[in-house]
């Protein structure tokens, strides 16, 4: 089996909460060696969300926190201690890449900018992850998994039309931002190997919305192109044949039906529709009424998610059950290609995790170790750096680590 | 100066929708010569585009919206309609394009050519599609053993789902994000098609993609990368999928609330669907947002007075905040609340981004004139490098544009070869009319 890729790979991990962590649980799945570097007593603010081990609230249960730190070994340091400072730039010496994800003024503030661990380490590649960026007038602003969306992202046309715009599921709005800093991350990399430079990243989370083809910038460009704003509506009140999510036997399934696909609908429905409704030009509200009422609830209502499905795809429409995360885990399709991947955790036991990004034999994903207590690895990090025990002691009593 | 990260990378697209042209254009961005090879009589689905034929009612049929051409202008009769459509001319930038029909042997013998001096081949098409085609890994490596070939399709190249159907939309109703998002007091078909799996798959191919890369350069070795746009999508999920896997609890939508226990929400101001979203996590935030509002009466009731009580008392603080911010402008509200600590953003339609004095500090539009849609102002680079600054160097590739620099430059083909290769249909930069897939038998 081919060597992890990242094997070769150090970082320095200063991240917290959800975006900086799940740029660097990329680097560290794939095998890079990476040093979390946590607040001595406190921690990542992740391990006080939930969900927690049967919902004990304790800061090694969080199931957020367990699952975005996996594969990195942790050490506590106090930064804002002179000792804990210098001991950060021994840290930055001997590293890749390091990852922040503070407000702007943090690392300026505590002289650990830029330009400073540039002089200790040429070659370091630096990911600043925030939530406007690193200059511009709302640089020290603060911000939410919402905000982001509504200022950034395409929210305005999230929801239906006599509702107010509505957010997206969970946190995936700081989980993207995270991904792309990982891809931003691994450019530069890229670049500091092929050509020896190290330099700055800048990620705005705003921004990682403002340039997102989840439709964002097409609305954009619509918008510069004709004058025109996407309205917020609900796609199932189009006038189209079935488009949209519906109500069925034991739940909901999506069908997107419309109008290039009437003839795959009709294959489905097995009713001539284009003869009975006309297509294009003569489909009308009236008309959509009948056919709504007469003949798409009666069929979809009576089958099972499974059914429905299987017959629209077997039609070539595409189509989907709306899955709960029980309905997920029970999806053979995900078991058979093994993608859930397992971690024995010191505290909580066994855990079930969503896995590997990719499916290749050369690039081997794995969990060698679960997410790091706090200060697991704090005898480990700072012996190899030259601290002897009683070193350590005198460090933890300065509560520098 | 330094040289851009990916330069000397030459990548080749054959790529539907956006999950696939999205790795693309982060890898264009970045320096690497991406080439789309494109079909002059059949378009990838919803990339030059909705439908894969274009004609005049395609460009007056989808009225707004992100499916839309750019219409001012437009020529019935010269137009080109692939060429105008804002779902690629977002991300087409930095592009090359070349046309070759890969289902009649010339044009199969084309791409061999081309895949042999290529170090990244990506295609988004529906598994099977590449075995019709005879694309297949198995046949690729024996052309380019060093090749990295990626395929990115819903489901990946194996289990029951293989061969389902699936835009953006229905991988995130399989991955349960459907499910998880939309409002708390509607069912869930109250709800919007949003294509967040697009963008989650496309920048995970493009992290897998450059890893790759620095893979071969240890190794030495090509590979074969099977990305499930659904399982790559999955893994912004986690902790709801952990709290099933952990307590056996299925996660619940919970429409603008905060799911920490902070107040939020998402209130309606001045103007015509103007709305700013706000939330208060701390006391000392809520002392914030009631010296914004200058201490009316009901900010003092004990029923708002901590944490837990605001919680409980949720919707009826919703109104009242909803009154205050419905008298101002959406962005005066930002700037009220964002003075006294408390976070704060509009909700920015398309016109509000363009004047956003953020987005314009850090010069996010840019400016870029395309020889068939004129001047306008582009959405720009997703993140900046200090010593690689960079910017939008070519506008939205059309249809065939590099046909002659990939025909004659990179494969060295004649010139009587090259006007043989026009004649027959593979080469140009106009669709051939009357022309489907399907249509062709092999010669």
């Known amino acids: 089996m081919a060597e992890q890729p990242l094997s070769d790979v150090r970082i320095l991990d200063l991240t917290w909460h959800i975006a900086g962590p799940n740029c660097t649980k990329f680097f560290a799945d794939y095998g890079a060696d990476v040093i979390k570097v946590e607040k001595p007593g406190e921690g990542d603010p992740a391990r006080r969300l939930g969900p927690f081990h049967e919902d004990d609230p304790h800061p090694e249960k969080s199931g957020l926190f367990l699952y975005l730190n996996t594969n990195k070994r942790g050490i506590t340091l106090n930064l804002k201690t002179q000792t804990g400072k210098r001991i950060l730039k021994d840290l930055v010496k001997d590293v890749d890449i390091l990852v922040e994800n503070f407000s702007p003024h943090v690392m300026p503030s505590i002289g650990l900018d830029y330009e400073t661990l540039e002089k200790v380490n040429p070659k370091l590649v630096m990911t600043s992850v925030s939530n406007f960026g690193q200059t511009g007038p709302y640089r020290s602003f603060k911000a939410s998994e919402i905000i982001i969306y509504g ?38 990399l890229y670049a500091a190997r092929a050509q020896g430079i190290g330099q700055h990243v800048d990620v705005s989370l705003m921004e990682t919305q403002m340039s997102s083809i989840d439709r964002r910038m097409s609305e954009l460009l619509a918008y510069e192109y004709n004058n025109e704003l996407t309205p917020r509506m609900d796609i199932a009140g189009l006038l189209q044949y079935p488009y949209g999510i519906f109500p069925c036997a034991d739940g909901y399934v999506d069908v997107a039906g419309g109008f290039m696909f009437l003839n795959r609908i009709e294959r489905v429905l097995k009713v001539p529709l284009m003869e009975k409704y006309g297509g294009v030009n003569q489909f009308n509200m009236e008309r959509r009424e009948e056919f709504m009422g007469t003949i798409w609830y009666p069929w979809v209502m009576e089958r099972t998610r499974r059914e429905a499905v299987e017959a629209c795809q077997a039609a070539r429409v595409m189509s989907a059950p709306i899955n709960t995360t029980e309905d997920l885990l029970k999806e ?54 030259g601290y002897s025990k009683e070193d350590l002691v005198k460090l933890r009593e300065g509560r520098i680590i | 100066m330094a040289k851009l990260p990916l330069e000397g990378i030459r990548v080749v697209g054959m790529t539907q929708m956006w999950a696939g042209p999205i790795a693309e254009m982060h890898l264009a961005d970045w320096g690497a010569e991406v080439i789309k090879v494109e079909s002059l009589h059949y378009l990838a689905v919803g990339t030059r585009g909705p439908a894969p034929r274009h004609a005049k009612y395609a460009v ?50 084309i791409l061999r050519r081309l895949l042999q001096v290529s170090d990244i ?22 052309w380019n053993p060093k090749i990295i070939m990626v395929s990115m399709s819903g489901f990946g190249q194996s289990g029951p789902l293989k061969y389902y159907r699936a835009l953006g939309a229905h991988q995130e109703d399989f991955l349960g994000h459907t499910y998880l998002r939309g409002y708390i007091d509607r069912d869930v078909t109250a709800n919007s098609a949003i294509y967040h799996g697009d963008e989650a798959s496309g920048t995970t191919a493009t992290f897998i993609i450059v890893m790759a890369l620095h893979q071969r350069n240890r190794t030495g070795k090509g590979m074969f990368i099977d990305i499930s746009q659904t399982e790559a999508t999955m893994l912004q999920l986690g902790e709801a999928i952990m709290d099933y896997t952990m307590n056996k609890r299925i996660t619940e939508r919970t429409g603008n609330r905060d799911l920490y226990g902070a107040v939020q929400g998402c209130y309606r101001c001045r103007g015509e669907d103007r709305w700013v979203c706000i939330t208060i996590r701390t006391d000392k935030e809520w002392q914030g947002f009631c010296r914004a509002l200058g201490h009316p009466d009901w900010t003092r009731e004990d029923k708002f007075s901590d944490a837990f009580k605001r919680w409980h008392n949720h919707d009826e603080l919703d109104k009242h905040i909803e009154e205050w911010t419905s008298q101002h402008d959406h962005f005066a509200v930002m700037r ?40 306008h102002r582009y959405p720009g680079l997703a993140y900046r490098m200090s010593k690689t600054p960079n910017h939008i160097r070519r506008p939205a590739v059309r249809l065939g544009e590099h046909n002659e620099y990939v025909y004659k430059h990179i494969l060295g083909v004649s010139d009587e070869e090259y006007a043989e290769l026009e004649k027959e249909g593979h080469i140009g930069m106009d669709l051939v009319p009357g022309l489907e897939i399907g249509k062709y038998k092999a010669e």
């Open chain 1, 332 to 385: 053979p399709q995900f078991q058979e290609r093994g993608f859930w991947a397992e971690a024995d955790h010191p505290v909580v036991g066994r855990l079930t995790c969503p896995g590997r990004p990719a499916l290749c034999t050369e690039l081997p994903w794995e969990i060698r170790r679960p997410a790091p207590l706090l200060g697991e690895h704090n005898e480990e990090v700072y012996t190899s750096l």
């Open chain 2, 121 to 142: 081949f990506i295609e988004s098409n529906q598994p099977g599609v590449m075995e019709n085609l005879g694309l297949t890994y198995d046949v690729i490596k024996d």
């Open chain 2, 60 to 109: 007056d049929f989808v009225k707004g919206g992100y499916a839309a051409y750019l219409k001012e202008g437009y020529d019935e009769v010269n137009g080109r309609p692939w060429n105008r459509s804002c779902m690629f001319n977002v991300h087409g930038r930095n592009k090359l394009s070349c046309t070759v029909d890969p289902m009649r042997p010339k044009g199969k013998e």
């Open chain 2, 336 to 375: 009220m609340l964002q003075n006294e600590g408390v976070a704060a953003g509009p909700v920015e339609h398309p016109d509000d981004a363009y004047n956003d004095p953020q987005m314009n500090d850090r010069g996010f539009f840019e400016t870029v004139t395309h020889p068939e849609c004129g001047t």
């Open chain 1, 151 to 188: 200022m950034g992202g395409a929210m305005c046309t999230t929801g239906v039309g006599d509702c107010e715009p509505v957010k997206k599921g969970m946190n995936v709005i700081q989980y993207q931002g995270g991904t792309m800093a990982a891809a931003a991350t691994m450019i530069a």
